[in-house]
């Protein structure tokens, strides 16, 4: 399985971006997908997540309300919609799927591909 994420880039607060992740080998149908994110200095932590099923979804506190997971599963494709974005966001985003589901947040040793990350700056 691999995991092509793609969509980041530089904005200001405020200001919006979509991540992609595109995966190959295997179904999102039957994968739990998520994202993370990782914050020069700190350690990696979970963003967003949704089921095999698509009718859960997870999200940190910290993105609740301003950011959106979604999947199409004829493009086998994994969204991350990013609004009202704040200089905290900043930080490389990764793609990360777990081939069993989910019945809570995505966890980081639970994943099992991990897709390459996508830098997002947001600045003031």
Not at 44 to 56: C, H, K, L
Not at 60 to 65: P, T
Not at 70 to 84: E, G, I, P, R, W
């Amino acid at each position: 399985v691999q995991l092509q994420a793609s969509g980041g880039g530089s904005v200001q607060a405020g200001g919006s971006l979509t991540l992609s992740c595109s995966a190959s080998g295997r179904t999102i149908l039957s994968m739990a997908m998520g994202w993370f994110r990782e914050a020069s200095g700190k350690e990696r932590e979970f963003v967003s997540s949704i089921t095999w099923s698509g009718q859960t979804i997870y999200y940190a506190d910290s993105v609740k309300g301003r950011f959106t997971i979604s999947k199409d599963n004829a493009k086998n494709t994994v969204y991350l919609q990013m609004n009202c974005l704040k200089v905290e966001d900043t930080a490389v985003y990764y793609c990360a799927a777990d081939v069993h589901d989910i019945a809570s947040i995505m966890k980081e040793d639970g994943v099992d591909y991990w897709g390459k990350g996508t830098q997002v700056t947001v600045s003031s």
